[in-house]
């Protein structure tokens, strides 16, 4: 494992996309403490302002401070993001190990439960239980992992099967290993460097629907900020302000391309083992 | 000098496997033994059922293969029939298993160290760390591998194959076994690291007294190694002997045909090696009289429509053929001749 991280930290797109993306995150974690502005405190006097010290990002039409609002907004989307993509990461490994070892009926019925699933979009399944656990509290999340769970079983599944039928897991019973040994070491070991990269793929398409929902105005309550529904709010003024609208998008797009690069500096990291060092 | 024991003994051994084609049988009444201190061998081209039979044995078989019948004594007890924990206490202690290719059977997540740990924890749970550390680096100096410490810290991947299946033998003998199977275990190696596994193998052979069960195509392997040679083709044995038995005065036309096909240094090499006329088995539809009567060059009518029995030839030699059982006049229906 040492030698896999060195080639990580060896990789400058892959380290640069963590740096970025931990700074954002603390930026929206730390900002909010370090500012006597309120997110909510609505300042007519103030509003459409260019950036200047007093407000970084300048201020909405309402007043608002931009930057308290981005950090709010960070906050939501990213929590929502990291959050539903967890859920679906660590259901999605938990079934697709159960599916790949088990085998048999129980994998042909979960896995066309998951094919059920796959076949409904994640945006509709986001919005009906936005509906269904009570509206505007971020509870779309909880649709937004379901929506990540089948892709994540179909791999891992696969994967397992490929584990537990390989040439090790055969040597290890043939020395005495038990189904449970086989499981947690070999199993988990060889499919959660493979979870890992799903993981950063599954928390960007998170954040993609968040902010989607954002955009058209489900999932998050105003006045909370999210970044989508602050991308939405600017847009009105794209020509004069571009940058209530430009910023939050930028955003929203790094934190994307960051997550997908994290994912390739992962991939890359691992396949070194595959052989040649 | 006393007669050898016997550490297991394979009687009426039948295994089939459920394919979408039908039932395939891919071991039919075979008959093995292996003697204590001693290399049975198990001589037989692809689908032969030789990997198949060590497999049983051990309780490993794939999941759509069942064992239909048969004995296989170990120590008094019959494996075929023990639950799976009960057999999960004998692999890797009593019986190991190296297999073809040591660079797959090897965890590529786990460091050699690691993996040699896990071995002897999976059957000693209370060692600790540090003696399970020291074992392991004792075993793999025994096994030939220079500096073993820094060795247990790799991964499998910076190793070569030669090193490789020394890690593994190294890992089969850890908790002292008294049988080893080695399933083609040189077969992915090049030749003059097969030629140093062989010794390695003999060399444990003579210091730990251990009995092996190796498994080959490879009569030029087997002949190193192998105090017994069991020859099988389709699921059933054709002939077994001592080596010299079935290298010198091979009876059995199959085994005859094999021993020709081995090239020879002072044959000329524009002398084409004999080949067999005749088709492979199918192994879904085996045919009702001897497996290998479609390739026969001694085949008779009566080889086409009654299954030849093993015939006591003599000095523990047996072999199943019609143009033997002829001649003798005294079948057997099992080799109880070997005991």
Redesign the interface.
């Known amino acids: 494992m040492k030698r896999k991280s060195r080639a990580f930290f060896h990789n400058p797109a892959a380290v640069t996309a963590l740096l970025l993306l931990l700074g954002i995150i603390l930026f929206c974690i730390l900002y909010p403490f370090f500012t006597s502005v309120d997110y909510r405190e609505i300042n007519f006097s103030e509003r459409l302002q260019l950036p200047s010290p007093k407000h970084p990002l300048g201020t909405d039409e309402m007043g608002r401070d931009m930057m308290v609002r981005m950090a709010w907004g960070g906050r939501v989307t990213l929590s929502v993001a990291f959050l539903s993509g967890f859920i679906a990461a660590a259901a999605g490994t938990g079934i697709g190990v159960l599916c790949g070892y088990a085998g048999g009926r129980i994998d042909s019925v979960i896995m066309r439960g998951m094919d059920a699933i796959a076949s409904i979009p994640g945006l509709l399944l986001a919005i009906v239980f936005d509906y269904l656990l009570g509206m505007g509290r971020g509870n779309f999340l909880f649709g937004v992992a379901i929506a990540g769970i089948p892709p994540f079983v179909r791999l891992i599944r696969g994967a397992v099967l490929e584990i537990s039928g390989s040439a090790y897991v055969e040597a290890s019973r043939a020395l005495g290993a038990t189904p449970l040994h086989v499981v947690r070491k070999h199993v988990i070991h060889n499919v959660l460097p493979m979870a890992a990269i799903q993981a950063t793929t599954s928390v960007a398409d998170a954040l993609t629907t968040c902010t989607i929902l954002g955009y058209i105005g489900v999932g998050i309550n105003a006045p909370t900020p999210e970044w989508g529904a602050l991308f939405d709010n600017g847009k009105y003024l794209l020509r004069t302000l571009p940058h209530l609208s430009v910023i939050p998008a930028v955003m929203i797009v790094v934190c994307i391309i960051c997550l997908y690069l994290l994912g390739n500096g992962i991939r890359d990291s691992l396949s070194i083992g595959g052989g040649e060092v | 000098m006393n007669e050898p024991q016997i550490l297991l003994d394979v009687q009426g051994l039948r295994v089939s496997f459920q394919t979408p084609r039908g039932s395939v049988q891919a071991v039919s009444d075979a008959n093995f033994q292996v003697r204590r201190g001693e290399v049975t061998g198990i001589a037989g081209e692809s689908g032969s059922g030789k990997s198949v039979s060590a497999y049983a044995v051990?309780g490993?078989l794939a999941?759509n293969a069942s064992v239909e019948g048969g004995s296989a004594f170990f120590n008094g007890r019959d494996l075929l029939s023990l639950e799976e924990k009960e057999l999960?206490?004998?692999?890797?202690?009593e019986i190991?298993?190296?297999?073809q290719?040591p660079v797959?059977?090897?965890?590529?997540?786990?460091t050699i160290g690691s993996f040699l740990a896990?071995?002897l924890r999976?059957?000693e749970p209370s060692i600790s760390r540090r003696e399970a550390r020291r074992r392991s680096a004792q075993m793999l100096a025994a096994m030939g591998i220079p500096d073993p410490e820094n060795v247990m810290s790799r991964?499998p991947?910076?190793l070569s194959g030669g090193m490789c299946q020394r890690v593994?033998i190294a890992?089969?003998l850890l908790c002292t076994p008294k049988l080893l199977?080695a399933d083609e275990p040189t077969t992915a190696l090049d030749v003059t690291i097969q030629d140093e596994i062989l010794s390695l193998l003999q060399q444990i052979k003579e210091e730990k007294d251990m009995s092996i069960l190796f498994i080959s195509h490879d009569f030029g392997v087997l002949a190193r190694l192998c105090d017994r040679i069991c020859v099988m083709y389709g699921g059933f044995v054709m002939e077994s002997g001592s080596a010299d038995q079935i290298y010198h005065s091979a009876a059995h036309p199959y085994t005859q045909a094999l021993m020709r096909a081995i090239p020879r240094l002072e044959n000329s090499a524009q002398e084409p090696l004999p080949s067999l006329r005749g088709e492979p088995l199918d192994p879904v539809r085996l045919p009702d009289g001897c497996v290998f009567a479609s390739c026969c060059p001694q085949c008779s009518e009566e080889c086409l429509r009654v299954r030849p029995v093993s015939t006591d030839l003599g000095e523990d030699h047996t072999a199943a053929c019609h143009k033997l059982i002829r001649k003798r006049k005294k079948p057997l229906k099992t080799a109880d001749s070997m005991l």
Not at chain 2, 88 to 93: D, L, M, N, Q
Not at chain 2, 96 to 99: A, E, G, K, P, Q
Request: with cysteine; proline share 3%; charged share 25%.
């Open positions: 051990l490993l999941r999960r206490k004998i692999r890797g202690s190991s298993m190296i297999f290719d797959t059977a090897l965890d590529p997540a786990f896990e071995v999976s059957h991964y991947d910076s593994c890992a089969a199977i």
